[in-house]
């Protein structure tokens, strides 16, 4: 008993000890009574617990009829209350062993119900015996005692079970709700009792040969009670589960109705106020909606915009891409998709957008119609336009840069490579007097030359080829498509005059000359960088022929060029090692012949090469600031 405190345990114990004493005491009398009477109580209680199993609902409510009651209340008008106490403790067995688990309540209901019909059964009995006999007012007197006995067996057991619960949860007794239970059950005890006395009264005025027709027909009659109820019962939960269904239904369609027009009413808010264009487009391609947006953004009044062929509204030349877009969105499978394009606004004027379009499913269904996003990506065009041309173009000059004259110088080698009748060749250009210029007038002096410089540069050369700087005062040209060298050369000459104009720099008039180196493509190139680097040895030979010229590249240039790079590190070597020595020349007064001074003369004496000529290996020393070493 781990739910009962301690009152509720001791009131539970002595409802049974008192049951169990009752119970005895009956069964003490029943006993003692004849081999025929102990066997119509044995019938009557078996009858009693059997109708016990077959309850007969009362229709609307959760209460139910114990049809048991009329052979309880039939065994206390026979045989006093003795065997109906017999017969209450087996019914109360037997109903709580069909609605409760628990075995003190299976306990607890048949000793209770025991005592109670004991108490009222001994009452009435004492009343009946103050009845007049034989007087059509003293069977009515019995009816009205046996519906008072019904209903007082009702109330006292209905109490004493109720105790129980009331002593478990701590609540006083409610003898309101108490009253309202016995006001709609406690009549049904009563209708019991009142057929007990019926029988009661036909068995002593015909005898037995009554009671064994009507009890199988009362019998019979509570059974069909029973199942007919029991049907009305799962019919009307039958038809309360399929109300509740269909409230169920009807309260998610509505929800479901509501949820839809609340999406509809932010589909048309967020539609009509977004700030990108939009647009519903019909199959056919008619606008069906279009907001505000678009409008501002095509420059048209949104009522000119509806039923408009959308395509009308895009350039021609991008009409092509809106179309195959449009038709992949067909597909099963297809998924919404973003193009660039250009649209038109009212003017005619060609406008830059990122068009995403997907399919749209209307409350009907229907997924025919396309809902069209359009928003302005010009301001992002220019940026990414811009952000190329400083990839790609010197900040200063605003020609290509080193970058930039690679990629295209790549693309002539593989046109080249691919058509040896493409030809092209590379001019390289450097100032002889820029860092003068920038020692004497200032960096910005500078910058400004080489914006000069630059102007002048791409005004000599024509329109498709290429002007790069390639750092510093070093400038490139890629002549593409010219395969006359005399027209290079020519062109060569021309730049040579231009660079030799005066110029304006700083507030200081003054002159410049740039030594050019030429390569063309015939001989054969596969990389950039290559191209680049006899272009570069052609420019130095031109310088050190005297600045203001211009070269040609040859194969023996290279070798020129191999052979001052290993007589650079040689030489580097060779101070390292001690190989130069120094000669002293005297010099002497014309006069008298006298020996005024010396003349200190660097000499190298090359273990394999013999003596080196001071001509040959000066310049090398200076261009590589091994003179100051």
């Known amino acids: 008993m781990p739910d009962y405190n301690r009152v509720a345990a001791t009131y539970w114990w002595l409802m049974v000890a008192l049951g169990v004493l ?36 009362i229709p609307g409510s959760s209460n139910s009829f114990a049809a048991g009651e009329v052979f309880i209340m039939l065994l206390l008008l026979l045989h006093g209350p003795e065997a109906a106490a017999v017969g209450a403790a087996g019914e109360a067995f037997i109903g709580s062993a069909r609605t409760s688990k628990r075995w003190t309540s299976r306990l607890v209901s048949p000793a209770i119900a025991a005592i109670s019909m004991q108490a009222v059964g001994s009452l009435f009995q004492t009343l009946m ?18 519906m008072a006995a019904g209903m007082g067996h009702f109330a006292l057991n209905t109490m004493l079970v109720t105790l129980v619960v009331q002593f478990k949860t701590g609540q006083a007794l409610a003898l309101r ?18 057929a007990a006395g019926l029988l009661f009264l036909a068995f002593e005025a015909s005898g037995i040969s009554v009671m064994a027709a009507a009890v199988p027909l009362i019998v019979m009659l ?55 264009g939009m647009a519903l487009v019909a199959a056919d391609g008619r606008v069906l909606q279009a907001n505000p947006a678009l409008g501002a953004l095509l420059e048209r009044p949104v009522p000119a915009l509806l039923g408009q062929a959308f395509q009308d509204l895009v350039h021609p030349d991008d009409s092509d891409l809106l179309a195959e877009q449009w038709r992949a969105l067909q597909r099963a499978d ?122 002048r540069i791409r005004a000599q050369v024509r329109p498709g080829d290429t002007v790069g700087r390639l750092g510093g005062d070093e400038f490139a040209i890629l ?59 052609a420019m130095y030979r031109a310088k050190s022929a005297g600045r203001a010229r211009t070269a040609v590249f040859d194969a023996s240039l290279r070798a020129q060029l191999a052979e001052q790079v290993n007589l650079e590190r040689a030489l580097r070597r060779a101070i390292d090692l001690g190989q130069l020595s120094l000669a002293f020349q005297p010099i002497c007064d014309l006069d008298d012949g006298a020996v005024e001074s010396f003349e200190a003369l660097v000499r190298w004496n090359h273990p394999e090469l013999g003596p080196v000529p001071p001509a040959t290996f000066i310049p090398i020393a200076e261009e590589s600031a091994m003179i100051g070493e």
């Not at 060298?485 to 507030?507: C, H, I, K, N, S």
């Open 177 to 194: 709700a108490l009253a309202s239970a016995f006001g709609w059950v406690g009549t049904t005890f009563a209708a019991s009792a009142l």
């Open 222 to 276: 509570l059974v069909m009670l029973h199942y007919h109820f029991r049907q009305r019962e799962t019919e009307h939960q039958t038809q309360s589960l399929r109300l509740a269904a269909a409230e169920r239904e009807a309260a998610q369609s509505a929800r479901h109705l509501r949820e839809l027009q609340d999406s509809e009413m932010r589909f048309h808010s967020a539609f009509s106020h977004a700030a990108i």
């Open 22 to 57: 009752t119970l005895g005491h009956a069964l003490t009398r029943v006993l003692g009574q004849s081999w025929g009477v102990q066997g119509q109580i044995v019938f009557g209680c078996a009858v009693a617990m059997l109708a016990g199993l077959f309850p007969v609902r």
């Open 129 to 146: 015996r103050l009845l007049p006999p034989e007087s059509a007012w003293g069977k009515a007197a019995v009816l009205l005692l046996a």
């Open 479 to 537: 002549i593409d498509g010219l395969c006359d060298e005399a027209a290079t050369l020519a062109m060569a000459d021309r730049l040579q005059a231009a660079l030799a104009l005066p110029y304006q720099v700083a507030g200081t008039e003054g002159t410049s000359s740039a030594s050019i180196g030429v390569t063309f493509s015939s001989v054969g190139y596969s990389a950039p960088g290559d191209v680049l680097r006899d272009a570069d040895i």
């Open 334 to 455: 297809a998924s919404a998709s973003t193009i660039e394009l250009r649209c038109c606004r009212a003017n005619g004027s060609p406008l830059v957008v990122a068009l995403h379009s997907g399919r749209f499913a209307d409350r009907s269904g229907n997924d025919g119609c396309l809902i069209v996003q359009v928003q302005d990506i010009t301001a992002r065009r220019d940026a990414e336009a811009r952000l190329q041309h400083i990839a790609y173009h010197d900040g200063l000059t605003a020609l290509a840069n080193r970058i930039r004259f690679g990629e295209v110088l790549a693309q002539a080698i593989e046109r080249h490579l691919a058509d040896g009748s493409h030809q092209f060749a590379v001019m390289y250009l450097d100032f002889d007097r820029f860092k003068l210029i920038n020692d004497t007038l200032g960096h910005a002096a500078g910058d400004e030359f080489l914006t000069l410089v630059a102007k």
